[in-house]
């Protein structure tokens, strides 16, 4: 009935739509992007459903995030009685997005195009297009979530005519999970079509993972984007090393040097080429390395490099926000405060600085995206929340420190800690990438080129590097799993056998799970309904029982949460 009723209206909202003073600059906009040249191709790959599933790569700025939505929404045949929705990695991400593509189609959020995150929801009974974290849609997939059960119809996610599935490269757990879950659905409903978009990820693994699946490819239209590294960046800024006050040495050099002498034998000479000796490397050219190498992690020296880096463009480059990648909230609180307490920084009339991590409230996360008046340079600081599917079109710069916080799981120790890492080369290409998405930038990589040749190509999925137990309670929960566990393996990344050995006896000993036929009790029933980790979920659980609800809710919050003195 919802669908007939939006198919009656969809042409005088069309209408409507076409006929706001906004329509037309919005409209050229659009027709500027790339994607846009593809509307036809993907529609009518839809329209003809010999292909429920579409995988489509674009490069950044391709526009395929807030367009190939839109081009069902528009499409005279799919547009009346679709039902659309749309995963992005962040909660930031599903709300930008969102409201660009309801700006572009001259409406307030909440009318056809909604979104839904984690304790914030923007829709109305007129919403066709829902953006969402994978974790929300996850959530949709639960029988007793969904109201057709209760008229015996199995048919999950019956409302939508189409899943879209945006930056799956990210490879979080839960897009991971999605994947084999949204792959029993098709079967079960072959007028569901799945579109899965990427930037990085290679097709091939998934061509390889999926059915027949049509595939698209569409160019980006990212602007020219100069590129320099760490020994580019140190010459140009001209950085003295605090300690030895001489200036930083090649690290080209200073990296061949040291794996000339790693490499070495252990015998006091070797001829090179030409038959002359060749000198090792002496200690003072190995301390000269160690110093200048720390630059590039997030420490005080590297703070007075970037910091050095900021002068260096404010000086030299004309106007545009500059982006800084930092590993978490400690470095960004940290640099912020230095650039507080640093002249020309300091100015807030002339710079604006701004953080954006997953911590801070969403109304806070908005202000990167408001221009500042004119004479006033932004310096946003971000972590990897600012790699994909953000758009903050007075970009010009970026400093990519090259770190980021990865989750890490040792099985056999069962322990889970958060690591410091260098990040992946496909991060890299598209933290370059958030210089170059409106018009020409630079970006400076505070890493040397020969650690990028070292980098790993792709990240690695989190389900290889976090517990196991609140999917393995999804997997129950989810009825087209059945009880068999084995299907895990089936998963785009399947998750190491120890892990899920571990998993399981831990719900077994929860008592969340029966040990002898792995069906979950009605205790694992409530905490496979709870966004929290099985052993907080069963402590909340109890504590109401015996009356103590108030306090447990407090020390779950303070278990399952960030520091609270950490961020504000």
Request: glycine share 6%.
């Amino acid at each position: 009935r919802i669908l007939q009723q939006r198919s009656q209206n969809h042409k005088q909202a069309q209408k409507a739509t076409k006929a706001h003073p906004q329509y037309r600059k919005m409209m050229d906009q659009r027709m500027n992007l790339p994607a846009f040249g593809y509307a036809k191709d993907i529609c009518s790959i839809l329209r003809n459903k010999r292909n429920q599933v579409v995988i489509l790569t674009g490069d950044t700025g391709c526009g395929k995030s807030t367009q190939v939505p839109q081009f069902l929404l528009d499409d005279p045949h799919i547009g009346p009685t679709c039902n659309i929705i749309v995963t992005q990695p962040r909660r930031i991400s599903a709300i930008s997005v969102a409201e660009r593509v309801a700006s572009e189609r001259c409406e307030q959020v909440g009318n056809s195009v909604g979104y839904s995150v984690r304790l914030e929801t923007a829709a109305s009974k007129k919403t066709q297009l829902m953006f969402v974290t994978p974790g929300v849609l996850m959530k949709r997939l639960h029988p007793s979530d969904n109201e057709n059960y209760a008229d015996g119809n199995v048919q999950r996610l019956s409302e939508y005519t189409h899943i879209i599935m945006d930056e799956i490269h990210e490879r979080d757990k839960n897009t991971e999970f999605l994947m084999i879950a949204l792959q029993d659905l098709l079967e079960e409903r072959d007028d569901l079509q799945l579109i899965l978009m990427s930037a990085t990820m290679p097709t091939r693994d998934l061509a390889e993972y999926w059915s027949m699946p049509a595939e698209i490819n569409i160019p980006g239209r990212t602007f020219p984007v100069q590129e320099f590294f760490l020994e580019d960046v140190l010459t140009m800024t001209g950085f003295v090393d605090d300690i030895h006050g001489a200036e930083a040495p090649d690290m080209a050099q200073i990296e061949n040097d040291l794996m000339s002498l790693l490499t070495a034998p252990k015998t006091s000479s070797k001829k090179s080429n030409n038959g002359k000796d060749k000198a090792a490397p002496t200690p003072s050219t190995l301390l000269q390395l160690e110093n200048t190498l720390t630059c590039c992690m997030c420490n005080r020296s590297g703070f007075h490099c970037a910091e050095e880096f900021g002068t260096h463009v404010a000086l030299s480059y004309g106007d545009g926000a500059i982006l800084v990648f930092f590993p978490g909230w400690g470095e960004i609180s940290e640099f912020s405060l230095l650039l507080d307490s640093t002249p020309p920084f300091s100015d807030r009339t002339k710079f604006s600085v701004l953080p954006l991590h997953s911590g801070i409230p969403s109304k806070d996360q908005r202000q990167v995206f408001i221009r500042p008046p004119v004479g006033v340079r932004k310096i946003i600081l971000a972590t990897n929340i600012a790699e994909t599917s953000l758009t903050i079109e007075d970009v010009a710069f970026v400093l990519d420190t090259g770190r980021s916080k990865e989750k890490s799981y040792d099985p056999h120790l069962k322990t889970s800690t958060l690591q410091e890492s260098w990040i992946s080369q496909a991060s890299a290409k598209q933290r370059k990438g958030r210089a170059g998405k409106c018009k020409a930038g630079v970006c400076f990589h505070l890493f040397s080129r020969r650690r990028h040749s070292f980098m790993r190509p792709f990240v690695e999925s989190e389900l290889l590097r976090t517990p196991l137990e609140e999917i393995c309670l999804q997997c129950k929960r989810v009825s087209c799993f059945g009880s068999s566990y084995p299907r895990l393996r089936l998963l785009l990344s399947c998750p190491f056998s120890k892990s899920v050995m571990n998993a399981i006896e831990l719900l077994v000993e929860l008592g969340a799970m029966d040990d002898d036929t792995n069906e979950l009790t009605d205790l694992g029933v409530c905490l496979s309904a709870l966004s929290l980790e099985p052993r907080v979920g069963k402590m909340v659980i109890m504590s109401h029982l015996i009356g103590c609800t108030k306090a447990s809710s407090s020390m779950a919050v303070a278990m399952s949460y960030k520091s609270p003195f950490a961020l504000p």
